[in-house]
């Protein structure tokens, strides 16, 4: 297991190219960013209070928008491919960006758990009111081009409790992952209660497992925090309908995946031998849902 606070890179990302005519450097183009969460098992409400969202041209300093209301917005809300804008529609320079940043009011942030009911629980993000959490990696604004992006924030990758750490009860540690809107698809079906849930999980009524979402065909699954952990890994239930258990990962790029099914208890911060079964390859078509069961 790497226990180490890992940045997840953010693949170059192509906005479109630039129209005909628009060479000059200060051309300009239009972003939204969103935010979404894949969502964790063990918490009722992740709140995260958002002040700022920074963008770093390649060639330029850094420019800032201040972000209102996000002391108030659970994590947990946005699942499913829901999102929350951050930014619409702003006016940017053209060209290649390298980095972005979250600036976090720590203050007002904060964590509540399934077991213990409203307790709220402090929630530290280090260097959150300087540096903020950080993407590292390019992606492109192209000119007189709205491009639309979401943010997906892991909260089941992102929120920590280390032992020893007197800072605040939880850790966030960057587990954020930035997709075009115009090259994302999503995987969706159910898991078989009869026979998967049943025979796979001890407690289905405390928790039904997760489908885990891995890149590339033919990977080897395993759990949360190792060297070959899942892209995201997205928990199964039967909240919206009972006795019919589902899922669904959403914004995930067109490309080839492998997904698996697990009840095993999976902790982000141990090593643990986790039961995968039913492993296969997907391939994901941009603005289609693609239907993958495991019965």
Do not use: H
Request: proline residues 4%; hydrophobic residues 40%; aromatic residues 8%.
């Amino acid at each position: 297991m790497n226990r180490s606070l890992k940045l997840f890179t953010v693949a170059a990302l192509a906005a479109g190219v630039a129209a005909c005519g628009s060479d000059s450097s200060d051309a300009t183009g239009t972003v939204s960013f969103g935010l979404t969460d894949a969502p964790a098992t063990e918490f009722s409400n992740v709140t995260v209070a958002f002040t700022e969202i920074q963008l770093k041209p390649a060639d330029s300093d850094w420019i800032s928008f201040p972000l209102d209301g996000f002391e108030t917005v659970n994590m947990l809300d946005l699942q499913g491919g829901v999102t929350e804008p951050l930014i619409t529609d702003e006016e940017v320079l053209a060209g290649n960006y390298t980095q972005l940043r979250l600036i976090v009011d720590t203050d007002n942030s904060f964590v509540k758990l399934k077991s213990t009911g409203d307790t709220e629980y402090s929630l530290a993000v280090p260097s959150g009111e300087q540096s903020g959490l950080k993407l590292q990696g390019e992606f492109v604004v192209a000119a007189d081009t709205s491009t639309d992006f979401t943010i997906d924030f892991d909260v089941q990758k992102a929120v920590v409790n280390p032992a020893g750490q007197a800072l605040a009860d939880y850790m966030l540690r960057p587990a954020l992952r930035l997709v075009n809107n115009l090259e994302v698809g999503s995987i969706a079906g159910t898991v078989d209660a009869s026979t998967v849930i049943q025979t796979e999980c001890a407690d289905a009524t405390a928790y039904s497992g997760m489908v885990y979402v891995y890149e590339g065909s033919g990977a080897t699954p395993d759990d949360l925090g190792s060297e070959n952990e899942p892209l995201v890994a997205v928990p199964v239930s039967d909240e919206d309908n009972p006795g019919t258990y589902t899922y669904k990962a959403a914004f995930l790029t067109e490309g080839n995946y492998t997904v698996s099914y697990s009840c095993s208890a999976d902790d982000n911060e141990m090593d643990e031998d986790l039961t995968f079964v039913g492993t296969q390859d997907v391939q994901v078509e941009v603005n289609t849902e693609k239907p993958i069961n495991f019965e």
